[in-house]
């Protein structure tokens, strides 16, 4: 019958231009501090991304997705477990840079936090470990159109370079009880977004503390 019934609907929405949906991929590195010795962890992770426009300047989004870790040095990967995530970025500042023409583009600063939650159940680690991720950066962004902001039919439309400081909070429990936290929590972040029209874009990302992360992503703004 899902080809061949009504077009009409309950509900109608004339417009969704608040929302964004994409998918995210990361893997990632981190040392971490238990019973008094380093060990590091190394997680990857997929997810889905949903994003809703609370205001012009502010976005509040989540993902859930799977991820898998082991111990470096120790057992392959474990099962795929459920990781979710949610946080909020902030547009504080822009301004426009229009000389030299070359160079034409938009200065913002941004802003943002995000919680993120991991619990693994796998039969490869005796001790299940679970930890909380809390992650806020204040990147600034220069924004450079392939021709003028409101050129729409550009292919890409625009580049985006960020880089910024980062700061990461984990706070982890095993099984057994042990808690273990992250050994450095200050770092920088940078990424590069290009934007094939003004709301699709792809984009890259890394984040470095003790260790790197690297991701990538997807996103459409309606």
């Keep these: 019958m899902v080809g061949d019934g009504s077009r ?3 509900l ?3 417009s969704i231009s608040r929302l964004s ?7 990632s590195e981190r040392e971490i501090n238990q019973h008094n010795a380093n060990r590091i962890i190394d997680t990857q992770s997929a997810a889905l991304l949903l994003g809703v426009d609370l205001t012009k300047w502010l976005t509040l989004f989540g993902t859930a997705g799977a991820a898998q870790f082991e111990y470096k040095g ?4 474990g099962d795929s477990t459920l990781k979710w ?3 909020l970025q902030a547009n504080l500042w822009r301004t426009d840079i229009l000389d030299p023409e070359f160079m034409a583009g938009t200065l913002m600063l941004k802003s943002v936090i995000e919680y993120s939650q991991y619990n693994f159940d796998s039969n490869n680690y005796s001790d299940k470990p679970k930890w909380n991720d809390f992650v806020a950066e204040l990147p600034i962004s220069y924004e ?14 625009s580049l985006a ?4 400081p980062a700061v990461s909070l984990i706070k982890g429990t095993t099984m057994g009880n042990g808690s273990f936290s992250e050994k450095q929590s200050i770092g920088v972040m940078g990424a590069v977004d290009v934007y094939l029209a003004h709301n699709l874009s792809i984009g890259a990302y890394i984040q470095h503390f003790d260790r790197s992360s690297v991701g990538g992503n997807l996103i459409y703004h309606f």
């Design 74 to 77: 120790g057992s392959e990967y």
């Design 21 to 27: 949906i994409g998918i995210d991929a990361n893997t």
């Design 144 to 157: 450079i159109y392939t021709e003028r902001e409101d050129d729409l039919a550009q292919t890409p439309y």
């Design 12 to 14: 109608y929405s004339s």
């Design 161 to 164: 370079l960020s880089l910024g």
């Design 85 to 87: 995530s949610g946080g």
């Design 8 to 10: 009409d609907t309950a």
